[in-house]
T-cell receptor
Framework: AQTVTQSQPEMSVQEAETVTLSCTYDTSESNYYLFWYKQPPSRQMILVIRQEAYKQQNATENRFSVNFQKAAKSFSLKISDSQLGDTAMYFCAFMKPFYSGGGADGLTFGKGTHLIIQP | GAGVSQSPRYKVAKRGQDVALRCDPISGHVSLFWYQQALGQGPEFLTYFQNEAQLDKSGLPSDRFFAERPEGSVSTLKIQRTQQEDSAVYLC???????????FGPGTRLTVT
């Protein structure tokens, strides 16, 4: 079974600063997907960024980028020029490739990091 | 287009009551997932449908939990004889096909008293 660990329960930074959220995972799979989801206080989960393990290039999405270290099983999220609207719970999640069969598509989530952006 | 919707948004049940939670996925999405999110925790996978077929129910915590998607669109998660430990937010997600991005609904917050 896969496990996802987020070691920072809460982080707080000033607006416009850069912040990095850490995530490590454990799996015996060689191919898989990794995600960062954002859950604002309204609780609607929103996808922030996605990374396929077979791609060496780190994914980027505007102010959001990841540092994917496959050998170390590490998948950190960097938020540049942080904004007040970035305040939310951030969850790292793992998914086996769909061809693994059965419920492989089910996401395994970490416990989350509560990110607070201070004005 | 409309996103994933769930109803009710909030449900209070007395211990021992049965509840039914509804999920309307994005139209045309083949895959549908249910997750349980306890307070202060990340969501945990419950079950997965591909069209009307329930391909994985390994995450259902007990035989009091039952899910169905009879016509391959709307899904219902039913909890029989609710217990206090069932109190959580139940999230539904859908994706266009296997391996695609999952879109989440707003969740149903279930409180068992």
């Amino acid at each position: 079974a896969q496990t996802v660990t987020q070691s920072q329960p809460e982080m707080s930074v000033q607006e416009a600063e850069t912040v990095t959220l850490s995530c490590t995972y454990d799996t015996s799979e060689s191919n898989y997907y990794l995600f960062w989801y954002k859950q604002p206080p309204s609780r609607q989960m929103i996808l922030v960024i996605r990374q396929e393990a077979y791609k060496q290039q780190n994914a980027t999405e505007n102010r959001f980028s990841v540092n994917f270290q496959k050998a170390a099983k590490s998948f950190s999220l960097k938020i540049s020029d942080s904004q007040l609207g970035d305040t939310a719970m951030y969850f790292c999640a793992f998914m086996k490739p769909f061809y693994s069969g059965g419920g492989a598509d089910g996401l395994t989530f970490g416990k989350g990091t509560h990110l607070i952006i201070q004005p | 287009g409309a996103g994933v919707s769930q109803s009710p948004r909030y449900k209070v049940a007395k211990r021992g009551q049965d509840v039914a939670l509804r999920c309307d996925p994005i139209s045309g999405h083949v895959s549908l997932f249910w997750y349980q999110q306890a307070l202060g925790q990340g969501p945990e996978f419950l079950t997965y449908f591909q069209n009307e077929a329930q391909l994985d129910k390994s995450g259902l915590p007990s035989d009091r939990f039952f899910a169905e998607r009879p016509e391959g669109s709307v899904s219902t998660l039913k909890i029989q004889r609710t217990q206090q430990e069932d109190s959580a937010v139940y999230l539904c997600a859908s994706s266009q096909t296997s391996g695609d991005e999952q879109y989440f609904g707003p969740g149903t917050r279930l409180t068992v008293t």
